[in-house]
């Protein structure tokens, strides 16, 4: 599987900080990065996707940015509460391949 | 709308026993289905890729004989692990897809424990 390589594997940051979670990739063929949401015992829930048209998305309090030059992708999390401790994973693929995931990176918003 | 279902949740089962898992697309057709597979604390990783009515493909590593994937349905997806052991207990989760988008809609997950 082509990887997709995600940094810090953990991060604590108090609540209202801007944690940052970032991503890179190897195949320049991949055309949508989404973000996923996962809690303990639950599946994963898309949060944020960007195709690579575009170097910006937000929605909400969450915002990705997209440097296609330099194959990499993170996700930042404005104003960041506890409700959002959780592990984030990126993804990648192409039309009509499966996602490959990032290692995740388990966050903890302390209050 | 995009709405993924698994079932069931958790399954406690004895070693040598086989289990069933079914994923089901509830509000659209999936032409494709995937099964990944996640231990604790670590990514998902895929298992296998289904389409409907032909036969899944699995990735380096996944035994097809121990774990066999029927995908009869547009709407249904089965998983069954063969003669069940304690190193297959994990977190199943399906993931569907309408044609040959780039988004899946993942499932719920399925908690097997083999004892």
């Known amino acids: 599987q082509q990887q997709v390589k995600q940094s810090p594997q953990s991060l604590i940051v108090q609540k209202g900080g801007i944690p940052i979670i970032n991503c890179a990739y190897e195949?320049?063929?991949?055309?949508?990065f989404p973000w996923y949401q996962q809690f303990p015992g639950k599946g994963p829930a898309l949060l944020i996707a960007?195709?690579?048209?575009?170097s910006e998305k937000k929605e909400g309090r969450f915002t990705i940015s997209f440097n296609k030059s330099a194959k990499q992708f993170s996700l930042h999390i404005m104003d960041s509460q506890p409700g959002d401790s959780a592990t984030y994973f990126c993804a990648a693929n192409q039309a009509g391949t499966a996602l490959i995931f990032g290692k995740g990176t388990t966050l903890s918003v302390s209050s | 709308g995009a709405v993924v279902s698994q079932h069931p949740s958790r399954v406690i089962c004895k070693s040598g026993t086989s289990v069933k898992i079914e994923c089901r697309s509830l509000d659209f057709q999936a032409t494709t289905m995937f099964w990944y597979r996640q231990f604790p604390k670590q990514s998902l990783m895929l298992m296998a890729t289904?389409?409907?009515?032909?036969?899944?493909?699995?990735e380096q590593g996944v035994e097809k004989d121990k774990f066999l994937i029927n995908h009869a349905s547009l709407t249904l997806s089965t998983l069954t692990v063969t003669s069940a052991h304690p190193e297959d207990s994990s977190f199943y989760i399906c993931?569907?897809?309408?044609?040959?988008?780039?988004?899946?809609?993942f499932g719920p997950g399925t908690r097997l424990t083999v004892t």
């Open positions: 289904s389409n409907e009515g032909s036969k899944a493909t699995y």
């Open positions: 195949n320049t063929a991949f055309d949508y």
């Open positions: 993931s569907a897809r309408k044609d040959r988008a780039n988004e899946q809609y």
């Open positions: 960007i195709r690579p048209d575009v």
